[in-house]
């Protein structure tokens, strides 16, 4: 069976780290399993924790009063799900339900932290990765604004 | 590689002078889109290769650049999926069987699939970029065991606007790894959300054995293009499918000059470094 620091290798946001720092950040971290429809985070709520998918796919979803929950994105294994504890006021921005039953390495963000503090190399890696994943998400989010199959008059 | 030549041929007939075909079979695929099934009037089949388009028109309401969306080993028919975006492409789709329509062509530079012998093949279509690459597909599918992997990632607006869902199904069995997304979608959606270059990453690809073939808006291609390369995978390994105002389609009109090419005669089908230096100048 392999430990938590060698599950997170899989991921492309944790790759490449020493591997010290995979049994630091491994130490923060614990296996779950949700079942579907398991709501890992709720607008507003306090974001404490994170979560790297091992299986199945977590669904982000957007509440727009009167309308059917709009889906913003689906993540994948390997993904990391959830930024909001990295950052004051530490509460979630959107919802995040498991489209069907998902195995989950959940990470103690408080921990992580603390220990991002004490260890600024390990904070380093660790922004440097988490931050190029924010990235992604942003150029992806700039491209789905973009809303590039639409039609779109000619100039002129 | 990245130098571009031009190429001369010699013009013929169909090049010039647009040929009667009759609509014989028609389907809507989404509430914009048609596929209509063509035979030329005179019998004979219409020979074209996989990325190839057509200068179509029906009645007076002008020429557009289709491509061709059908079987390139089954010329005896010449298919088209259009999206009804315009006088003419509206026109177009409204043909009804029976109607001619005027067909010049075929044109252009073709997909690369009869040289990639060995090769993962991913093809990656945004909306009504499936079409153009659905010849490429069935061409792949058609001699499958010259190929190592062979992937498709597609993406749509919603779900509604996916084209060709029940041949996805089928291309799946038989061997392609079919990978669908949507910009947006309800909860009933059971697929993927996000954008086609988030499906990259998932890909496991292997670098120095792919090639990438992508039809789709171009801002969905530039930005595959730099999801691409950040998986190690080099920019002419990847072929895009261009469009501009295409007219002439003979390359003689330069209505479609892009750089130091002209698209209806040098593309559409490019390596991604022979027009890469072109495509984010606004001016062009």
């Known amino acids: 069976m392999r430990t938590i620091d060698e599950l997170i290798t899989d991921s492309p946001t944790f790759a490449g780290l020493e591997p010290a720092q995979l049994e630091f950040i491994a130490g923060c971290g614990r296996n779950e399993h949700v079942e579907a429809g398991t709501m890992l985070m709720r607008v507003a709520d306090p974001a404490d924790r994170f979560w790297l998918i091992r299986r199945g796919i977590i669904v982000l979803e957007l509440y727009l009063p009167g309308r059917e929950p709009l889906v913003i994105e689906t993540l994948e294994p390997g993904d990391v799900v959830g930024w909001s504890w990295l950052f004051p006021p530490y509460r979630w921005a959107l919802d995040g339900r498991a489209h069907g039953s998902c195995h989950l390495i959940t990470f103690d963000g408080v921990c992580l932290r603390q220990k991002c503090e004490a260890d600024h190399d390990l904070g380093f890696a660790l922004m440097t990765r988490f931050a190029n994943d924010l990235v992604g998400r942003l150029q992806a989010t700039r491209l789905q604004l973009a809303d590039v199959y639409g039609n779109v008059p000619a100039p002129g | ?284």
């Open chain 2, 1 to 284: 590689m990245g130098t571009f030549q031009p190429r001369v041929e010699p013009l013929n007939s169909s090049a010039m002078v647009p040929a009667s075909f009759e609509v014989v079979e028609k389907h809507q695929d989404t509430a914009d889109v048609w596929t209509l099934e063509l035979v030329a009037t005179s019998g004979e089949p219409f020979e074209f290769e996989p990325g190839q388009f057509t200068m179509l028109a029906a009645g007076g309401a002008g020429e557009v650049p289709i491509s061709i969306s059908g079987d390139p080993d089954k010329p005896e028919r010449l298919v088209h999926t259009v999206k009804a975006v315009g006088l003419a492409t509206a026109a177009i789709c409204a043909a009804e069987p029976g109607q001619a329509l005027s067909v010049r062509g075929p044109f252009g530079r073709r997909w690369p699939v009869d040289q990639l012998d060995g090769a993962d093949v991913m093809i990656v279509a945004g909306g009504i970029g499936l079409p153009p690459l659905r010849p490429a597909i069935l061409r792949l599918l058609a001699r499958r065991e010259q190929y190592g992997r062979l992937l498709l990632l597609y993406s749509g607006r919603s779900p509604d606007e996916l084209l060709f869902t029940d041949e996805l199904e089928e291309w799946s069995q038989r061997g392609v790894e079919v990978m669908v997304t949507v910009d947006a979608a309800s909860a009933e959606w059971d697929g993927h959300v996000g954008v086609v270059t988030r499906l990259v990453r998932h890909a496991r690809l292997e670098p120095a054995a792919l090639v990438a073939m992508t039809c789709g808006p171009e801002l969905m291609m530039r930005f595959l293009v730099a999801a691409l390369s950040a998986q190690g995978i080099r920019a002419d390994r990847v072929y895009v499918s261009m469009e501009r105002n295409m007219q002439c389609g003979i390359g003689r009109c330069g209505h479609c000059q892009l750089g130091p090419t002209l698209v209806c005669r040098d593309g559409p089908v490019y390596r991604w470094p022979e027009v890469s230096p072109w495509v984010a100048i606004r001016e062009l």
